[in-house]
């Protein structure tokens, strides 16, 4: 696909290269140096490039590109300009500098379009690493604003979750599957003051601040599993005592011997019956 270049200016040698000797790399609209036609030209033709192609220009032709150049910036069109040094030099004087790329005289037709192809790409490459960049901190900011939500879900929970019964015993359960959190909780949630985790680094956040009376600890978890929190917890003397059951859907003899061997205060199997728990929880709290 061909780049777009909008020419304009007095050099007709420079101009005539571009429709004659590069047209299979641009494609190329000429334009006079007045405002209106130039804005016109690249509103239609949308070009890529503006390529000033000066050949002793005046001063006031020169003043023109001074408005030409700020709304061409607006608009994301780089401005060239090609010419003598002296031509170069009088236009940087005019106008502080404001081109983007400035190319001297003498130079080949070749040489102008490779140093124009070469700008181009520099130019798609930065915008694309803008793009990049922009990209990277959206998402940063999409998943710190959801993390921060997540959290503030959780502490507005376990708030509520305190504030509904103090005098009851308090239960806190940790499992990442939440249908099961919410099953649990549905069965506990008359007899004992119950917050929930979804998984074990939140229980032992949860830990350095709140009491709880017993945990409901799942066994297989992604992360930090039931016995890495379970360890961790007997190796804090702020909870070393607090008694732990394990939840696992685990049938195998071998796997609830394992399960044992970490020395929780007991187990049950998934699917868990409400009756089965309930007594188990008041066994273990008696």
């Given at each position: 696909?061909?780049?777009?270049?909008?020419l304009?200016?007095?050099?007709?040698?420079?101009?005539?290269e571009?429709?004659?000797?590069?047209?299979?790399v641009?494609?190329?609209?000429?334009?006079?140096?007045?405002?209106?036609?130039?804005?016109?030209?690249?509103?239609?033709?949308?070009?890529?490039?503006?390529?000033?192609?000066?050949?002793?220009e005046?001063?006031?032709?020169?003043?023109?590109?001074i408005?030409?150049?700020?709304?061409?910036?607006?608009?994301?069109?780089?401005?060239?300009?090609?010419?003598?040094?002296?031509?170069c030099?009088?236009?940087?004087?005019?106008?502080?500098?404001?081109?983007?790329?400035?190319?001297?005289?003498?130079?080949?037709?070749?040489?102008?379009?490779?140093?124009?192809?070469?700008?181009?790409?520099?130019?798609?490459?930065?915008?694309?690493?803008?793009?990049l960049?922009?990209?990277?901190?959206?998402?940063?900011?999409?998943?710190?604003?959801?993390?921060?939500?997540?959290?503030?879900n959780?502490?507005?929970?376990?708030l509520?979750?305190?504030?509904?019964?103090?005098?009851?015993?308090?239960?806190?359960?940790?499992?990442?599957d939440?249908?099961?959190?919410?099953?649990?909780?549905?069965?506990?949630?008359?007899?004992?003051?119950?917050?929930?985790?979804?998984?074990?680094?939140?229980?032992?956040?949860?830990?350095?601040?709140?009491?709880?009376?017993?945990?409901?600890?799942?066994y297989?978890?992604?992360?930090?599993?039931?016995?890495?929190?379970?360890?961790?917890?007997?190796?804090?003397?702020?909870t070393?005592?607090?008694?732990?059951?394990?939840?696992?859907?685990?049938?195998?003899?071998?796997?609830?011997?394992?399960a044992?061997?970490?020395?929780?205060?007991?187990?049950?199997?998934?699917?868990?019956?409400?009756?089965?728990?309930?007594?188990?929880?008041?066994?273990?709290?008696?």
């Amino acid at each position: 696909m061909k780049n777009k270049v909008l020419l304009t200016g007095a050099n007709n040698t420079i101009i005539d290269e571009f429709f004659l000797q590069m047209d299979e790399v641009f494609e190329v609209q000429f334009s006079s140096t007045r405002y209106e036609d130039l804005l016109c030209h690249a509103n239609y033709f949308k070009p890529d490039l503006f390529v000033y192609c000066m050949d002793a220009e005046s001063r006031e032709t020169i003043s023109r590109m001074i408005p030409i150049k700020n709304k061409f910036s607006r608009m994301g069109i780089p401005f060239v300009i090609i010419g003598t040094k002296e031509d170069c030099s009088d236009f940087f004087k005019m106008t502080a500098g404001i081109e983007d790329l400035a190319l001297e005289k003498p130079i080949t037709a070749k040489k102008i379009q490779e140093k124009l192809t070469n700008y181009l790409h520099s130019l798609g490459r930065a915008k694309e690493e803008a793009k990049l960049k922009q990209r990277v901190e959206e998402e940063k900011k999409r998943l710190a604003e959801e993390e921060k939500a997540q959290k503030d879900n959780e502490i507005m929970q376990i708030l509520v979750d305190l504030e509904e019964a103090n005098h009851k015993k308090h239960v806190l359960v940790v499992d990442d599957d939440v249908r099961m959190l919410k099953v649990i909780k549905e069965h506990l949630h008359l007899e004992y003051d119950v917050a929930t985790a979804i998984n074990g680094k939140l229980a032992l956040k949860f830990l350095e601040n709140k009491t709880t009376d017993l945990i409901l600890l799942d066994y297989v978890m992604p992360g930090e599993d039931g016995p890495t929190v379970l360890s961790k917890i007997h190796e804090n003397p702020a909870t070393k005592d607090i008694p732990v059951i394990f939840l696992t859907g685990m049938m195998e003899k071998g796997k609830i011997q394992e399960a044992l061997s970490e020395r929780p205060q007991g187990y049950l199997l998934k699917p868990i019956e409400r009756e089965k728990l309930l007594s188990t929880i008041e066994s273990v709290l008696k």
